[in-house]
């Protein structure tokens, strides 16, 4: 049984990853703190270093590791994940990608004091930050996030709620849309 969270920064991936490893009996893995142990840098350093190519690059090389050598687990994936190369195709043929979505405004609220931590708008200036941030999770919810089997809106309801419906799958009673 493999687990893909996916969606935004911030979005709760990593909280909820945890929560729901632990009620499904799974092994959480963070793929950035995954990846960051494998580097032995952060992933601030290695995209500001490098770049994106390359950072795309070591993103898929360790989703692909994790997915060929583990079996049973939670992922929470960075933001970008789901949307480079093949992962989206292999994510669906593997396991269930769950969407974690979650309203822009409060996306916008959450990373406005994250800038100096998050490499990916790091350089973005204040007054742009709520048009980027509403821009690319457009692009990104067309292009790879909507496509998940699950969605769950994340604004409403805690970390504990939307493991426990995943868990159940209770989708009729619930504010989740099965995609499948």
Excluded: W
Aim: glycine residues 4%; hydrophobic residues 40%; aromatic residues 10%.
């Amino acid at each position: 049984m493999k687990f893909f969270l996916v969606g935004y920064l911030a979005s709760g991936k990593s909280n909820i990853g945890k929560k729901l490893s632990h009620i499904l009996k799974l092994d959480f893995i963070d793929m950035e703190e995954y990846m960051e142990n494998k580097i032995n840098q952060t992933l601030f350093h290695y995209y500001r270093n490098l770049g994106e190519v390359k950072y795309k690059d070591l993103e898929y090389e360790v989703f692909k590791e994790i997915v060929e050598t583990r079996d049973n687990f939670v992922l929470s994936t960075s933001d970008m994940t789901p949307c480079i190369y093949d992962v989206l195709d292999i994510m669906k043929k593997k396991g269930t990608i769950i969407y974690l979505k979650m309203n822009e405004n409060l996306l916008v609220e959450r990373l406005k004091n994250a800038r100096k931590v998050r490499f990916q708008i790091a350089d973005i200036p204040s007054y742009e930050l709520e048009d980027f941030i509403k821009e690319q999770l457009k692009e990104r919810e067309e292009k790879c996030y909507g496509k998940a089997s699950i969605i769950v809106d994340a604004s409403v309801l805690s970390a504990d709620q939307i493991a426990n419906i995943i868990k159940y799958q209770d989708v009729l009673n619930s504010p989740v849309k099965d995609n499948k």
